[in-house]
């Protein structure tokens, strides 16, 4: 449906893109769920198994913090901290400026 959209109307896409708060909402939450993905399956299987499926059902905030500490270990602050970091960033931002224009 997006696609058949797109192929209407492709000034629309770039009309869509260039609003200021299209990027905020790329380079933020969509980034974050991106890099949080590949951060998982960049560190070895036995890892994920034990630190992530040990508790099915909920999160388990010592197993990801340890996930982190981990990744970090083998790979250092590399460019996919980075990302992480910046994006998560923007996503507070964008939640912040939601929070606040509800009000």
Known sequence: MLYDAVRRNPGALLEFIRLPGC??????PILLWISLA???FRLPKEL??????????GFYFGAMRFLFVEYRRRHGYDWLLWI????????????????????
């Open 48 to 57: 994920r198994a034990v630190y992530v499926a040990q508790k099915p059902g």
């Open 84 to 103: 992480m970091t910046a994006s998560g960033a923007v996503t507070l931002i964008v939640i912040a400026l939601l929070a606040m224009s509800k009000r």
């Open 38 to 40: 590949t951060f998982y």
């Open 23 to 28: 990027w905020m909402i790329l380079l933020g």
